[in-house]
């Protein structure tokens, strides 16, 4: 009886915690002031399940549209803002705005120089690996790339015969066999893993996982639960996140294989830059960089090519720039040899492959790459931050004052699809808006790799990926969409996703 009884007081006591908590967050919050669905004010559910939904970012700005504000309240003590002129403030390079730790604590990758969210501890992360992944580690990284991409080529040929090929997922593996080669030394098989096409366990676990991420996010007992319950029990309650495991349980096998191994690549390599760290730290930041790196890529890669072949002009130009890349039969060099040489060589197996790394260079820059990373937008949507104590002035939009402790943040999709900045036509595809000296003054809003102390760390990899492998495929196939039918659904999960039938891309050789 007395145990009864003190259950239901329990009960009683958590059901007017939830009333009251729920009448101050909607009448007496300091947010109150700002403007937004009355769901989102009483509680975080509203924002759960919004995250959820296929494309949260394209909701919020049509709410901004419907409340004629700049300030949106997404949740009881969060933010939604649309003003673009604050993104330095927020997250600039002198900004002192940190992260919002439960949101990053939902990656369940703890301490990454993704996820940390004590500065000083960034910092000294970040310092670690800062040399892998600049200019110079790039030019070590760039016959691994270049080898991938090869044998994503030789792979379209065998297919190209049986019919359209999902270059979506063909791309994924591609970065992803890159990705694994920077975080833990080693290829994973992807590319050939299926005979008869691209799929493979690694994006089963991967597309399955990341539909679990607003789960950790917003139920943190649940990934308190997983760390400690048998794997097997994971997999029952919930095959998601089991799937994410399976891609754990290869970084942890990564981790000894590194150990064992008796040779070291040539190539950078994150647990050799991690060697002072635990072996638990090295899985998380493989983990981070390989889950962060490689998706992203794949789908600006996607969103890329979709326009290239829906718009004839575009695809003239670019071949007229690719076809006058000289080529050389010799065999591949080091990036090291090609900058003294000014080549990147072929391939003897009837790659044509771009020469001079000058040519390539000026290809980097090409606008097109550049508006394919500024539509394409990898990460479209929040990265949360708090407001600081510490700050001399108010924090101020619309017009009012934002208090400290308020979590805030300027998406991606609301600074790339600003009317005021790219003009009428900022949801289009447009390369020549990135040609001629007006595209200075646009570099403050492209936002594709954040800005400041917490800029993306693969800021040089991506593009490069990008960049040769849209030279390698216009070099040597005709490619063509049968119809829109042949595009698949855009999914925000964090990166951006293409749902089935991914890219279906009819490829004919051209030499």
Known sequence: MT???????????FFLFRQITTFYNANLHPLCKFPGPVAACRSETWLYQ???SDFQEENFGKLHEKYNTQALRIGPNELHISDVNLYKVIYGQSSPFPKYAPFYEGFNTPHT??????????????????????RVGLFKMEPVIQQKIKMLVEKIRLLAGNGPVNVYDAFRLMTTEVILQLAFGRAGGLIEEDQNGFRSWFLEGFDAASKSIPDLQYQPWLRKLINIIPQTLVYKLSPEIGNLLDITKFAEDSVRHWQKSESRPDHPVVFEALETVDDAEKVTEGMDILIAGADTTASTLTTGLIHILTDSEIERRLLEEVDLLPTDENGQLSLQALEKSEYLVGHPMGYCAPKTIEVLTRFAQNATVKEALRVGMAVPGRLPRVVPDSLTEPFIVDGKVVPPGTTVSISTYTMHTNTSIWGPDA?????????GPQSKGLEQYFCTFSKGARMCIGQNLAPAEIIIALAYLLRNFKMSLRSKSDIGAKNDRFTLQYEAPGLQVTFK???
């Open 3 to 13: 145990f009864v009884f003190g259950f239901s007081l329990l009960t009683v006591g």
């Open 50 to 52: 919004m995250t959820k």
């Open 113 to 134: 120089v993704f996820a940390e969210c004590d500065p000083l501890l960034h910092k000294q992360r970040r310092r670690m690996l800062n040399p892998l992944f600049s």
């Open 427 to 435: 949801r289009n595809f447009r390369p020549d808006r990135w040609i």
């Open 509 to 511: 050789p051209r030499y």
